[in-house]
């Protein structure tokens, strides 16, 4: 199984690049793990909210195929323990062979159409939280999963 972590935009703190580097190179001793980027849009101020949210879900869509299984990190999704996503991440591995697709919208979140192809919502917490930091708390909590999963010492309860 891979995991694909997909976002709208690039990650523009170099201290949230260094962050999200540090988890992703530890994460390759765990799974297969790729980082897909969708260009943020270009001239946004004639769009509106609902337009913008449109034009991302035709590329998001783009990069989905149907055997996916797509979640949206989003914040009406199931919260979570860090136990419970190791648990919920380790049952995605045994009972399903499709990738998994991890998918942080842009800052007006997601179109209808993206949420009805969705198989999934999580939400990292009832707060709101930048889509550039939302990044590198994903994979430190993906790879926080990983260490629950095999018992390693990184996870204290």
Do not use: W
Request: glycine share 4%; aromatic share 12%; charged share 25%.
């Amino acid at each position: 199984m891979k995991i694909t972590f997909l976002t709208v935009g690039k990650t523009e703190d170099a201290y949230l690049k260094e962050g999200i580097d540090k988890y992703v190179k530890r994460l390759k001793h765990y799974t297969k793990l790729e980082l897909a980027e969708i260009p943020e849009l270009k001239n946004t101020k004639a769009l509106s909210p609902e337009q913008q949210k449109a034009k991302e879900a035709e590329l998001i869509l783009k990069k989905i195929t149907p055997l996916d299984f797509v979640i949206l990190m989003d914040e009406k999704g199931s919260e979570f323990t860090s136990t419970q996503f190791a648990a919920y991440i380790n049952k995605k591995e045994v009972t399903t062979s499709a990738n998994l697709i991890f998918i942080i919208g842009g800052p007006y979140g997601f179109d209808n159409s993206v949420y009805q192809r969705a198989n999934d919502k999580i939400s990292l917490s009832r707060m709101t939280f930048s889509h550039q930091m939302v990044r590198l708390f994903f994979v430190e909590q993906l790879y926080r999963a990983y260490t629950i999963m095999k018992g390693e010492p990184y996870h204290h309860e």
